[in-house]
């Protein structure tokens, strides 16, 4: 019996592992294997987008209205696209920032970076997005004396420090194995932008850094001085994980789109058109009023802005602009005060005394309200806040010639970017003859809402001790 009962046991458990076997084959299809999830499709089904930003001016910081920067805004742009969240993980040298992006959990680290040779053997680049070269920057007062380099062969005997881990150490190194003398330190410790304070003080006498950050940090450090270019024209790019052409393919999809749309033009134009107005005099003697003459009315700025909603420190600016903060100047068409009111103007606005500081400055916010509600509410954002300075500058009607040429000549009138391509043309016979308000000084205004802006740019990333209240 039990004989009976061992075969017929075994007879059960063969067949059970036959058809098991069998179905097994069956569900099998060869050559088909699971599809991994993209890196990109990840992104959109957690909704949110890991960055890791360096900490600099010209790529991401706190302001006083919060987080800003030309690639924070690049990448809120690329978030907003995908419909993400973007979380940032800030990084404060480039070393570290190449460091942190080695986490699987970053998708893309932006740190104004360049694409090099031996970068792309070990990283993954994405689209380009801005063009800069390497510059040579030193003490302008070495511009006095023989010590100041003009070519690389001048490097030699000078005190040189440059970022580890940046293209910049690369550079370096490879000019020293070509033959080249340079007296160069490697430091993990300090930013590019620490290194640029670190020449403005003469505590060395030259660091290297790409053209865009020497361009933002001029206004900073006024005793900075370009010696020359030490590379050719380079990419940035931002750095991407390993195996994620889908997500690469995506940003250069999006990318193309916003370079089409004009998005980028007025990206670069908002970060860096007023860099071109850079005067070294008149930086100085900002710096030196800044000190002497603003604590002094500072805290009327403050309590203009609170009344009327515009950041004292734009009010400020447009002050210095128009008086240098001089309470008691005076033009040779007879406006006046802190913020130069005509004496109509002042009427219309209440002002019985131009002259005292309080007064002017109230009356003066005032008025670039009442301009701001004047600007056409197709123009949004930032736009806004030009459009209506330039009006404070020029004349709303003025303004209103530019946006029909604009119009006319196949721009967008709503945004300043393309406003003030057009402004200049208003001094052109052949333009302003066939215009409603006819001939404008138009460069003034431009050149005003510049200055505005990069005066503004200081006080706002300036330390605040500077300046007593």
């Not at 790019?237 to 749309?261: C, H, I, R, V």
């Not at 709303?396 to 530019?402: E, F, N, Q, T, V």
């Amino acid at each position: 019996m039990n004989k009976y009962l061992s075969l017929i046991l075994v007879t059960f458990f063969a067949a059970s592992f036959f058809m098991f076997g069998w179905f097994s084959h069956s569900a099998y299809v060869p050559g088909k294997k699971i599809k991994k999830i993209s890196n990109l499709m990840k992104i959109k089904r957690k909704k949110v987008l890991n960055v890791v930003l360096l900490n600099s001016p010209s790529t991401y910081y706190i302001g006083v209205d919060g987080p800003t920067g030309f690639e924070y805004d690049l990448l809120v742009s690329y978030a907003e696209y995908l419909g993400v969240e973007l979380h940032i993980t800030p990084a404060h040298t480039i070393k570290e920032a190449l460091a942190l992006s080695k986490s699987p959990d970053i998708d893309i680290t932006s740190a104004s970076l360049t694409k090099t040779p031996l970068r792309e053997q070990g990283f993954n680049f994405g689209p380009s997005y801005f063009e800069v070269q390497e510059q040579v920057i030193c003490h302008r007062g070495m511009l006095k004396s023989d010590k100041f380099p003009r070519d690389i062969e001048d490097l030699a005997g000078l005190n040189i420090m440059v970022g580890e881990g940046t293209s910049y150490s690369e550079t370096i190194r490879s000019l020293q194995n070509d033959g080249f003398e340079i007296n160069a330190t490697f430091t993990s410790e300090f930013s590019t932008e620490e290194l640029l304070k670190m020449v403005e003080t003469h505590t060395i006498d030259c660091t290297i850094a790409d053209s865009n950050v020497y361009a933002l940090n001029l206004r900073y450090f006024p005793e900075i001085a370009m010696a020359f270019s030490i590379s050719g024209r380079e990419q940035l790019s931002w750095l991407l994980q390993k195996d994620t052409p889908e997500l690469k393919a995506d940003m250069y999809s999006w990318l193309n789109t916003f370079n089409q749309k004009g998005k980028m033009i007025q990206l670069k134009d908002h970060y860096y058109s007023y860099v071109l107005f850079f005067d070294y005099y008149n930086t100085k003697m900002f710096y030196k009023r800044m000190k002497s003459r603003l604590p002094k009315y500072k805290k009327m700025f403050e309590e203009a802005a609170t009344r009327f909603g515009i950041p004292w420190t734009l009010l400020a600016s447009i002050s210095y602009q128009e008086s240098h903060w001089n309470p008691k100047a005076k033009s040779f068409t007879g406006v006046r005060g802190l913020m130069m009111l005509t004496k109509n103007t002042a009427k219309l606005l209440g002002v019985t005394n131009r002259l005292d500081p309080k007064q002017s400055i109230v009356g003066g916010t005032r008025h670039i309200k009442q301009m701001l509600k004047f600007v056409p509410k197709e123009v949004q954002g930032e736009n806004r806040l030009k459009f209506a300075l330039a009006a404070y500058n020029i004349g709303l009607g003025h303004i209103r010639d530019a946006q029909h040429l604009a119009r006319e000549i196949g721009l967008n009138e709503n945004v300043w970017s393309d406003l003030k391509i057009v402004l200049p043309l208003l001094s052109q016979k052949k333009f302003y003859r066939d215009l409603k308000y006819g001939y404008a000084r138009g460069e003034e205004p431009v050149k005003y809402v510049e200055s505005i802006y990069n005066y503004r740019d200081i006080l706002e990333n300036l330390n605040n001790s500077t300046i007593k209240k």
